[in-house]
């Protein structure tokens, strides 16, 4: 038995293979560029929730830094409104000296809060963000911040007054 014979090859059926072989190659192209333009569009996305949270932190800098640096030189060169300003904040006053140092401390935790805020956005590496939280330890170990934070607590966002909670040291109850 002989294998059955095929006629001529037509030119519609060379055509139609070779159009087969060209909508296979057109369709493995289509995909790879899928797959490269969704690649890009990840990226993209990427770059501007970075660029949005630079763009938050830049926001929350401006206003910490619009509160406390145009009231150092007019609060800490008048002691009278330097007096006042605290008061207004139920921070205790006292010699201008003493007020002045409540008045650091309080523009000092402004920093914390905004250092606080990069690391908790995840914007601060790990040994820079220890090395501050040294820094807030050691300022919370003064008792004159111990005394400010007791009144200006409320003015802070949650998360960061818990934190300074936490290192607060422990003030025993009064005795009854």
């Known amino acids: 038995m002989s294998a059955p014979r095929i006629g001529p090859v037509k030119l519609a059926d060379v055509l139609q293979v070779i159009s087969l072989i060209a909508v296979a190659v057109a369709l493995f192209l289509n995909y790879r560029q899928a797959r490269e333009t969704a690649r890009q569009a990840r990226e993209a996305a990427r770059q501007v ?20 640096s145009a009231n150092q030189t007019l609060l800490a060169g008048n002691p009278g409104l330097l007096d006042w300003f605290l008061a207004s904040r139920g921070v205790p006053t006292g010699t201008h000296e003493e007020n002045l140092r409540h008045m650091f401390v309080f523009w000092r935790m402004d920093s914390h809060e905004e250092i606080f805020r990069s690391h908790a956005a995840g914007q601060l590496p790990g040994d820079a963000w220890q090395a501050w939280r040294n820094v807030i330890e050691a300022d919370a170990a003064l008792p004159e911040f111990g005394t400010v934070w007791a009144r200006v607590r409320p003015q802070y966002t949650r998360d960061f007054a818990d934190f300074v909670d936490t290192l607060l040291p422990r003030r025993d109850a009064p005795a009854e």
């Not at 938050?56 to 830094?65: I, K, P």
């Open 49 to 68: 929730e970075l660029s949005t949270a630079a763009l938050r932190q830049d926001s929350y800098r401006q206003l910490v830094t619009h509160g406390t």
